[in-house]
């Protein structure tokens, strides 16, 4: 699918290595200018990618749990505008098989505010960034389903990506009558750090689906939850 405008513009939030990195080198790739960010003043993948992509990829740096960063990175990239936003995020307790009663009370914290609550600030806090007729795309999961959770386990990291995906919804209901389209991505199990070795995807052959799906998806406005083949999720 040919791309709205000649070279249009994506900012990733988590892109230093991951499903994120590999995302801002499948866009580059495409002739997209990227800008990705990165957690910690240490050097990453990314800037690796950086420096080998002819002034086309920009690292910013920015924790998504600080409410100060996201207002600094909106104030840095005041003068852009960005056809996607896409935010990836995504971490898990340290026992995934804990049951809901088990986690302890800091670890379910950190979870849901990685996972749901920081995402949504930065939505809300850069949406300003972003064209009229782009996309807003958060990464979500399969297992935030409630309609498909016959199994149950993973029940903390599962609860975080139902409510990012109920908190969502509330923002879509806000933006009735939206041009952008808006999006929550259900990309699979893939063999990353989060993923873990026994997940059957690798990102190299999930990458191309995954863009696949965001370029697809910017011609409909309106809020989709969708797995890596296009197909919508059962909320």
């Given at each position: 699918?040919?791309?709205?405008?000649?070279?249009?513009?994506?900012?990733?939030i988590?892109?230093?290595?991951?499903?994120?990195?590999?995302?801002?080198?499948?866009?580059?790739?495409?002739?997209?200018?990227?800008?990705?960010?990165?957690?910690?003043?240490?050097?990453?993948?990314?800037?690796d990618?950086?420096?080998?992509?002819?002034?086309?990829?920009?690292?910013?740096?920015?924790?998504?749990?600080?409410?100060?960063?996201?207002?600094?990175?909106?104030?840095?990239?005041e003068?852009?505008?960005?056809?996607?936003?896409?935010?990836?995020?995504?971490?898990?307790?340290?026992?995934?098989?804990?049951?809901?009663?088990?986690?302890?009370?800091?670890?379910?914290?950190?979870?849901?505010?990685?996972?749901?609550l920081?995402?949504?600030r930065?939505?809300?806090?850069?949406?300003?960034?972003?064209a009229?007729?782009?996309?807003?795309?958060?990464?979500?999961?399969?297992?935030?389903s409630?309609?498909?959770?016959?199994?149950?386990?993973?029940?903390?990291?599962?609860?975080?990506?139902?409510?990012?995906?109920?908190?969502?919804?509330?923002?879509?209901?806000?933006?009735?009558?939206?041009?952008?389209?808006?999006?929550?991505?259900?990309?699979?199990?893939?063999?990353?750090?989060?993923?873990?070795?026994?997940?059957?995807?690798?990102?190299?052959?999930?990458?191309?689906?995954?863009?696949?799906?965001?370029?697809?998806?910017?011609?409909?406005?309106?809020?989709?939850?969708?797995?890596?083949?296009?197909?919508?999720?059962?909320w």
């Amino acid at each position: 699918m040919l791309p709205k405008s000649e070279k249009p513009s994506i900012l990733i939030i988590g892109a230093s290595r991951g499903l994120g990195h590999a995302m801002a080198a499948g866009f580059l790739e495409q002739g997209w200018r990227v800008t990705g960010t990165v957690r910690g003043s240490g050097r990453t993948p990314l800037h690796d990618l950086a420096d080998a992509s002819s002034g086309k990829l920009t690292v910013e740096r920015i924790d998504i749990t600080r409410v100060e960063d996201v207002a600094a990175l909106r104030d840095r990239l005041e003068g852009d505008r960005f056809d996607v936003l896409f935010v990836n995020a995504g971490t898990t307790n340290e026992n995934p098989g804990e049951t809901i009663a088990e986690v302890s009370t800091d670890e379910f914290v950190q979870v849901m505010v990685t996972n749901a609550l920081s995402p949504m600030r930065v939505v809300e806090g850069l949406e300003g960034l972003v064209a009229d007729d782009g996309l807003i795309g958060v990464m979500s999961s399969g297992q935030g389903s409630i309609a498909n959770n016959e199994r149950g386990g993973r029940e903390v990291y599962r609860g975080s990506k139902a409510a990012l995906n109920q908190f969502m919804r509330s923002y879509a209901a806000r933006q009735a009558g939206t041009k952008r389209a808006l999006l929550l991505l259900a990309p699979g199990w893939i063999r990353t750090d989060l993923g873990g070795d026994e997940a059957p995807y690798t990102i190299e052959e999930s990458i191309p689906l995954i863009l696949d799906v965001i370029q697809r998806k910017r011609s409909r406005p309106g809020l989709e939850y969708l797995d890596r083949d296009g197909k919508m999720v059962p909320w």
